[in-house]
């Protein structure tokens, strides 16, 4: 099964800095595009961070460039979303998932329809 855990959530704030996780099982890292995801209350999921491997590309939203950097480690099949210079904008659950779609794969698309698995959210509060 196809299982994707994420962490490192936790409550900072604004300008600090914290971690995210995604540790992956079930499927051949590589071959899939990650993304992170949040959803803060009462608005839209957005796409924040993606990144596809088998073409060594990665794709920001705006609203992080520049303060959030996404990493993956193939050896641990861990995804990584460093954020730094947080602000109370960010504040939102954030979710990692995985897709196998060939848009996703090739351009490290960071829409979430196009994502085949999720996995369980972890929450991110800044304050001001």
């Known amino acids: 099964d196809v299982q994707l855990q994420a962490s490192g959530g936790g409550s900072v704030q604004a300008g600090g800095s914290l971690r995210l996780s995604c540790a992956a099982s079930?499927?051949?890292?590589?071959?899939?595009?990650i993304g992170w995801f949040r959803q803060a209350p009462g608005k839209e999921r957005e796409g924040v961070s993606c990144?596809?491997?088998?073409?060594?590309?990665?794709r920001y939203a705006d609203s992080v460039k520049g303060r959030f950097t996404i990493s993956s480690d193939n050896a641990k099949n861990t995804v990584y979303l460093q954020m730094n210079g947080l602000k109370p904008e960010d504040t939102a659950v954030y979710f990692c998932?995985?897709?196998?779609?060939?848009?996703?794969?090739?351009?490290?698309?960071?829409?979430?329809?196009?994502?085949?698995?999720w996995g369980q959210g972890t929450l991110v509060t800044v304050s001001s």
């Open positions: 998932a995985a897709s196998i779609n060939t848009i996703a794969i090739r351009a490290a698309a960071c829409h979430g329809p196009l994502y085949n698995y």
């Open positions: 079930g499927f051949t890292f590589d071959d899939y595009a």
């Open positions: 990144i596809s491997d088998s073409v060594m590309s990665t």
